[in-house]
């Protein structure tokens, strides 16, 4: 348990259906993350809270929607998505955006997404 | 641009078998290095960090990595392997240049017992 949790663990979609994953932290952290994993690729990062604000959207097709309503909470919105986009979800949270301990990253268990 | 570079992608040992994982990083300012470790079915763990001050820093389950600046490399090392070892490896870098941690592709690793 990392103090990071993630919910679905894991979620098929229809490329029209709409869903959210969702992420909480109880860390107290400030900044959160979404990655997506997929075999053979480098962790991508997507997008970046700091304090409720995003600070960074990697190039990330509109598809994908996040959402920070408050720093404990972070959610993806998803809707008509490719079978390209199934891979493993995965949010992180670090103290702050600063280098060094705040800015070590706690993962959570991730969402295995398929899109079908 | 940052970049990190994983030359091993796949890895099978031996169980009491000498381990090191190559990690190359591309950035010419101060870094932060990570391994993290993915167990099968489990979250991603950090297994040891360098932020500064002694370039050889020792994690946990008996890993160590050895910073080399001049080398740009964070190679991960473990004298004798386990079989619980098995799992997949990432090194990550972090820098406060561009504030965000980029991940190597992951180096998976399978201990035979």
């Known amino acids: 348990e990392t103090g990071v949790t993630q919910t679905p663990r894991h979620l098929v979609m229809g490329m029209t259906n709409k869903k959210s994953l969702k992420c909480e932290q109880h860390?107290?952290?400030?900044?959160m993350y979404w990655y997506k994993q997929s075999a053979k690729k480098p962790l991508e990062l997507m997008f970046v809270y700091n304090f409720k604000e995003q600070t960074e959207n990697n190039s990330v097709p509109s598809r994908f929607s996040p959402e920070c309503p408050n720093s404990s909470h972070l959610f993806l919105h998803l809707h008509t998505l490719q079978p390209e986009d199934s891979a493993l979800y995965l949010c992180?949270?670090?103290?702050?955006?600063?280098?060094?301990?705040?800015?070590?990253?706690?993962f959570g268990q991730g969402t295995r997404l398929t899109v079908v | 641009a940052q970049s990190v570079s994983q030359h091993n992608h796949h890895v099978i040992l031996s169980e009491a078998a000498s381990l090191e994982l190559g990690c190359n990083y591309s950035?010419?300012?101060?870094?932060?290095l990570f391994w993290y470790v993915q167990y099968p079915g489990q979250h991603l763990q950090l297994l040891l960090k360098y932020f500064s001050g002694d370039p050889l820093v020792k994690g946990i389950k008996g890993f160590e990595a050895e910073f080399i600046k001049s080398k740009f490399s964070f190679n991960l090392r473990k004298p004798s392997v386990q079989w619980s070892d098995t799992a997949e490896y990432f090194c990550a870098l972090y820098s406060g240049g561009y504030q965000k941690v980029t991940f190597g592709i992951g180096t998976k690793l399978q201990v035979i017992p």
């Open positions: 860390l107290g952290h400030n900044a």
């Open positions: 950035y010419g300012g101060t870094v932060n």
């Open positions: 992180a949270s670090s103290q702050d955006l600063g280098a060094g301990p705040r800015g070590e990253a706690f």
